[in-house]
Structure formats: structure tokens, C-alpha cells
């Protein structure tokens, strides 16, 4: 049985460079920028899921994390499931999602509203990681965090990704992984603080994993 075809996507050439210095990096599978931010990363992963027809995707880079301490910086995860938060009305403490206003994503005629206000992920191995929280602004403050955290409680790192490639993937019927590196605590601005080589390197001992397996299961 031939391998599965992967494709990689990486959200910035900053993150793909020190990537590229990784060991099998570039060698398996084409890699390819998404873009950063929910509206590229959605329309870039389209266009490069219906150029390359890979029976699967995997998403690398890094990410802040809720927890440091189930999720220090510089450790990394996979992650069972992405949620959407920016979509819908008010801002901070004020904000109410799209889905609790009642309007969900589009779906086919007769059908029932599709689940996709929390997107599964394949998971193909052991991840003590909750669900990764995807947002059109990364957290500013931590008390914005906070506030964040308090609307989706078992949510353990943010991006600015995840949700858009999976909708993606989901539109095309190819199973996505995210492996994100944690280069700093969510709500931390300090970027001199972030330690985004450190982040990168552990995601990349996961995602080496993952492209040698030869089969990925949906975490649920």
C-alpha cells in the first residue's frame, strides 16, 4: 500500500525557516504557507488542499497556551478539536458568538445544522492537550485571556489558524492534524519573552511522528 500523501502548512516563512533546519523537514511531504490569521489561512489552505489533493494535512507552528502549567512554553501538543471565537457580536467581556445568536456555518439543503461551531481533529496519538482555541486577534492582555478562557473553558492554547485550515479540510473531506509549539503564555506581549525556537523544535518532534504513521484516527 503506497503512503499517504501529506501536506504541510506552515502560517509564516519565519516559522518554515527554522523548520527547514529541521532533520526530514521538506523531505516526505511538500510544505507550504498558509498564511497567518483566520481569512488567509482559510482561503491560501483551500487553494493549496485543491493544487496538492492530499489525503491529509498537517498544520505546524506555534501557538500561546492557557495552561502553563499542563502546557508549559516550549513543550508542544496535538490538539482533539478547534473552536472559533471573533465571529459573531460585541468585543471582550461584551462578546456573544455567532452560534449562540443562532446562526451557524452553511449548510446543505434538508440537513441539520453541521457541528462546526467545534471542529474534530485526527489525533493519532496520546494528547492530554484540550481543544485549541482559534482567534481573528491574539489575546492582548491577560486580562483578556481571562475573558476568553471563561467562554470556552477547556480550551488550552490560542492561534490564529487552526479553526480556518480545518474548515478547510472539512469542505474537502481530508482530515487535518495541528501541532503547535507553545512560544509563549496567551496574553503575553512580551515578545522579547517568547521563545519561539524552542516552540517550533518540540512541535517538529511531533509532527515528524505523525508523517511517519500511516494512518491518523479522528480524536472522537
Known amino acids: 500500500m503506497a503512503s499517504p500523501s501529506t501536506l504541510v502548512l506552515v502560517p509564516t516563512e519565519q516559522e518554515r525557516r527554522h523548520l ?28 493549496l488542499i485543491a493544487r496538492h489533493h492530499p489525503d491529509r494535512v498537517l498544520l505546524v507552528g506555534i501557538a500561546g497556551s492557557y495552561d502553563p502549567v499542563g502546557l508549559p512554553v516550549e513543550s508542544a501538543a496535538i490538539f482533539p478539536s478547534v473552536m472559533m471565537h471573533g465571529v459573531g457580536v460585541g ?25 462546526w461551531d467545534e471542529l474534530p481533529l485526527a489525533a493519532p496519538v496520546p494528547t492530554a492537550a ?54 509563549n503564555e496567551v496574553g503575553d506581549r512580551r515578545f522579547e519573552q517568547w521563545r519561539i525556537p524552542e516552540a517550533l ?16 484516527s479522528s480524536a472522537r
Open 20 to 47: 527547514a533546519r529541521q532533520s526530514g523537514f521538506g523531505v516526505d511531504a511538500p510544505c507550504e504557507l498558509c498564511g497567518f490569521g483566520p481569512v488567509a489561512a482559510a482561503a491560501r489552505a483551500a487553494t
Open 91 to 115: 468585543v471582550a467581556s461584551g462578546f456573544v458568538s455567532a452560534a449562540t445568536l443562532g446562526f451557524h456555518h452553511w449548510r446543505r439543503a434538508g440537513h441539520p445544522p453541521p457541528e
Open 130 to 183: 484540550g481543544p485549541l482555541l482559534t482567534c481573528c486577534t491574539a489575546s492582548a492582555s491577560t486580562d483578556e485571556a481571562n475573558e476568553r478562557h471563561h467562554l470556552y473553558r477547556d480550551v488550552t492554547a490560542e492561534d490564529m489558524e487552526g479553526f480556518s485550515v480545518a474548515l478547510a479540510c472539512r469542505l474537502a473531506e481530508v482530515p487535518l492534524a495541528i501541532a503547535r509549539g507553545m512560544s
Open 201 to 216: 523544535d518540540a512541535a517538529w518532534l511531533i509532527a515528524r511522528d505523525l508523517l511517519a504513521r500511516p494512518t491518523w
